[in-house]
């Protein structure tokens, strides 16, 4: 370590460059003009201007710039400028209004929410925070995990779980494109690259018409345009797990415009695997999980009110994995697996005038995969500490086979047309749009018996292993309307209305709602909301649902569309020009929750008889069936639920630059519940506590420190009473028919006369009854700034819980040679520092 931070100061050496600043205000007829976007074109230096429409960007390198001021309704405005040594520059601007701009997309990372508008629990990200949060991995979904309301299944997941709702039920959009699988590495990170993304607008509730087919959450994400000013720039992002190429430029042609390309990929398999197989751990021809990307976006325009968009995306996620012969641990896995994810859009913008903006995009998405997998697992009933030096080859009877091909393919086309017209002060939009899905899955499952009698035995296990493959065709059609009212200078109302029809069900909803927006001052705001979502089944959802139902259509004709409703009120202050205080409040109540569907079944009974060893057969009465629950692979409406909290997020923006110090601290208060059965079970991802602080400061103006701390109140699991004998059915016959319970055993060191009995574990009707200690990591980051070579360089230092707290993700549960239950706690990220450098050029 020490050697490594003599390396990180040598080549900070030259970090001290000259720097200059500008300082002004903004105006509109001498009216101060707020949350107006100022930014060096070209780099990565802006700032937004205050309540008082004061501006101030420091520690400009010396050069000459051209300075881009930019605000929706507003004539956005370009000026050259040359930032001297040590000297400050001021500059004073005049904006002319305009009531849409159809140029280059606005940076909003930085801006306050206006008055007018009313939406509620808008959490709007500065990409440039995905880019330096400590322990994110640089991913756009990982830093939003670090917002109120916002939490993580774990460590090793990208998903998002927003107030006490699944993954599922999160739309998610990039580039007005929904997408169904937004994930790379199997959902370590996302397919959203921070230095491509212009603008992230996660709504945790209460969003307006405009978004459908969703119960929960909606995150919107704008890719950014090339930099149309230079005809050739760039920059390069590696780090010891991944590199990341950004190229961009002006339009070569003569119309006016800019392309952008982009490229991520992972070496896993070009530094880990290596050393995994001189280890001896896999066999030399397997292939480490890894994927890469490319994604690129032109634009021609604006001209003549016209601008057209194009959007493409290509990204490949592999995995090949094959267990050594020689290996030293008990369990043999074989896997191949390839993801494919392909975008396609279109966007034609028209502005005839500066009162109308019509919109209209046509896009092709495909997600697409096939997975073989292939395993031999020891017995999880065993203490896998007993078999750590025992030879593979020699554990056969301890092993159980799991095996399952997989086939899907999701594909959409989507034709989309959105209509804004402003009149007066007030901001009318509609849209009208369709889908033509075709999904296709394929399963096929090859399970030992007793593998299987153990799942069935979990209630934390909601797999059905039973084949399934379904070819569906069907549409999803919509129609929206929402008009955005100023009734006051202080009041402002949305009410909107959607239809949707849903081809699957065969049936139409109408879902209304309604937002208000009040300033009780100038600088506390009162947003609320309420409405009404709607969510379709479907195939495309599978990804993040988790557990495989059969939406044939002898099925889906016979469900309803799930359904929600929201109740947002919430308060916002400004307590300065930097720091910024809101609390927010929430209800949201589901309906018609799709579960699998229960039938009555057969269980298996047995108990001890006294005076007899319980670790033999003969301690053990013959197991007679009785009824009992089963899952099916069956959907059907039968579970609801709700979620409701507080949450608080008092935020320290660096607007005018002159302050070392940014960043945030939220704290939510959560209860989320389901009710099934007639039985109420807390969400599996309830987290009563939630508190993140994130701080961000400049040491030197070379050097930045960042710190972030999550604490998580445990989530619920099943913990189970015990153990019991395994049963399964054996063909006492010889007819082909395994039909007769019989207590499992197993021949014990090899003696054929001493056969014992083997257990499952016992979780009787435990469900979630439980909770996992409390989670709690802190992450830290060193990024040193510099310039050489005439390019812009950052190297960082980035830490992964720092304190190596071993947070706990699942136990494993085994049964002792005295039969007592043991248990041992799986856990997440251990202490992993990661070391990178960027260079812009």
């Excluded at 509620?120 to 979904?141: C, F, H, M, Q, Y």
Aim: a negative charge; hydrophobic letters at 35%; proline letters at 5%.
């Amino acid at each position: 370590m020490k050697s490594f931070i003599i390396l990180f100061i040598l080549l900070s050496i030259n970090l001290c460059s000259q720097t200059g600043s500008i300082k002004g205000k903004i105006t509109d007829d001498n009216v101060p003009i707020p949350s107006v976007n100022i930014l060096i074109v070209g780099e990565n230096i802006g700032t937004v201007s205050d309540i008082n429409g004061n501006y101030k960007i420091n520690l400009i390198p010396v050069g000459e710039y051209e300075l881009r001021f930019s605000i929706v309704g507003y004539e956005t405005k370009f000026i050259d400028i040359n930032i001297l040594e040590n000297q400050t520059l001021e500059l004073n601007v005049d904006l002319n209004s305009k009531m849409i701009e159809i140029g280059e997309v606005q940076v909003t990372g930085l801006k306050q929410q206006q008055l007018s508008d009313t939406r509620t629990s808008l959490l709007d990200l500065n990409p440039r925070s995905a880019k330096i949060l400590p322990g994110a991995g640089e991913d756009v979904l990982r830093t939003l995990q670090s917002l109120p309301g916002i939490l993580s299944p774990n460590d090793f997941s990208s998903q998002l779980i927003v107030r006490g709702s699944g993954p599922d039920q999160n739309l998610i959009i990039m580039d007005n494109i929904e997408i169904f699988n937004p994930y790379r590495l199997y959902g370590v990170i996302s397919m959203f690259n921070p230095d491509v993304v212009s603008d992230v607008n996660l709504i945790s509730g209460g969003f307006p018409a405009k978004y459908g087919d969703r119960l929960s959450a909606v995150l919107d994400v704008t890719n950014r345009e090339g930099d149309s000013k230079k005809y050739f720039s760039g920059n390069v992002n590696a780090s010891i797990i991944d590199a990341n190429i950004v190229l961009e430029g002006k339009n070569p042609f003569a119309l006016n415009g800019s392309w952008l390309i982009s490229s991520r990929r992972t070496y896993y398999d070009l530094i880990i695997e290596p050393f995994v197989k001189n280890a001896g751990l896999v066999d030399e021809n397997v292939t480490f999980p890894n994927f890469y990307d490319l994604q690129t976006k032109f634009v021609v325009g604006p001209y003549k009110g016209h601008k057209f968009l194009f959007n493409g995306i290509y990204s490949r996620d592999g995995v090949d994995v094959v267990s050594a012969k020689n290996r030293k641990t008990a369990d043999s896995v074989d896997i191949n697996n390839v993801t494919k994810n392909d975008v396609l859009g279109l966007s034609w913008h028209y502005a005839p005038n500066k009162h109308l903006l019509n919109k209209f995009v046509v896009s092709w998405y495909k997600n697409s995969g096939a997975t073989n997998f292939d395993s031999q697992v020891l017995d999880p009933s065993l203490n896998r500490d007993d078999f750590k030096d025992v030879i593979p080859d020699t554990l056969t009877p301890y092993l159980l086979n799991f095996k399952f091909d997989a086939e899907f393919s999701f594909r959409k086309y989507s034709i989309d047309d959105k209509f804004t017209y402003l009149w007066r002060e007030n901001i009318f939009e509609a849209g009208a749009g369709v889908d033509f899905m075709q999904t296709l899955v394929k399963f096929k499952f090859k399970l030992d018996p007793e593998l299987e009698s153990i799942f069935s035995s979990n209630p934390q296990f909601r797999a059905v292993f039973k084949d399934l493959e379904s070819t569906r065709n069907y549409n999803r059609y919509r129609i929206f309307a929402q008009n955005n009212f100023k009734v006051t200078d202080k009041l402002y109302l949305q009410p909107g209305l959607r239809f949707d029809y849903y081809d699957i069900l065969d049936k139409a909803y109408i879902a209304p709602k309604f937002s208000i927006s009040y300033a009780l001052d100038d600088i506390t705001t009162l947003r609320g909301a309420v409405g009404v979502y709607f969510q379709s089944p479907g195939y495309e959802k599978i990804v993040d649902q988790g557990i495989l139902f059969d939406f044939s259509d002898r099925y889906t004709k016979q469900l309803d569309a799930e359904n929600s409703l929201h109740y947002i009120l919430g308060i916002e202050r400004w307590l300065s020009s930097e720091w910024s205080l809101r609390f927010e409040t929430y209800y949201k109540s589901f309906d018609n929750l799709i579960k699998q569907k229960q039938v009555q079944g057969t269980e298996y009974f047995t108990e001890q008889v006294p005076g007899q060893n319980p670790k033999f057969a003969s301690g053990w009465t013959r197991p007679v069936r009785i009824s009992g629950d089963s899952l099916t692979q069956i959907p059907t409406n039968a579970a609801f639920g709700e979620s409701y909290g507080l949450e608080f997020f008092l935020s320290k923006k660096n607007i005018m630059n002159e302050s070392r110090f940014s960043g945030w601290i939220s704290y939510s208060l959560a209860w989320a519940d389901r009710f099934e059965d007639s039985e109420k079970l807390p969400f599996r991802f309830d987290q009563r506590h939630t508190v993140n602080v994130v701080l961000n400061y400049q040491l030197n103006d070379w050097l930045d420190l960042g710190i972030r701390w999550q604490y998580g109140y445990g989530f619920p699991y099943s913990a189970p009473l015990g153990i019991k004998p395994r049963i399964i059915l054996a063909d006492n016959d010889l007819d082909g028919k395994p039909e007769t319970p019989v207590i499992a055993t197993r021949t014990k060191s090899g003696d054929p006369t001493e056969q014992e009995v083997i257990f499952n574990i016992d979780f009787g009707s435990n469900k979630l009854n439980a909770r996992k200690p409390a989670y709690h990591r802190l992450d830290l980051r060193l990024t040193a700034l510099t310039n050489f070579w005439n390019l812009d360089w950052a190297f960082y230092l980035d830490i992964i819980n720092v304190y190596n707290r071993s947070n706990v993700i699942a136990y494993d549960y085994y049964v002792n040679e005295d039969l007592t239950l043991g248990h041992e706690a799986n856990t997440m990220f251990p202490i992993v520092p990661t070391i990178g450098f960027s260079v812009k050029f």
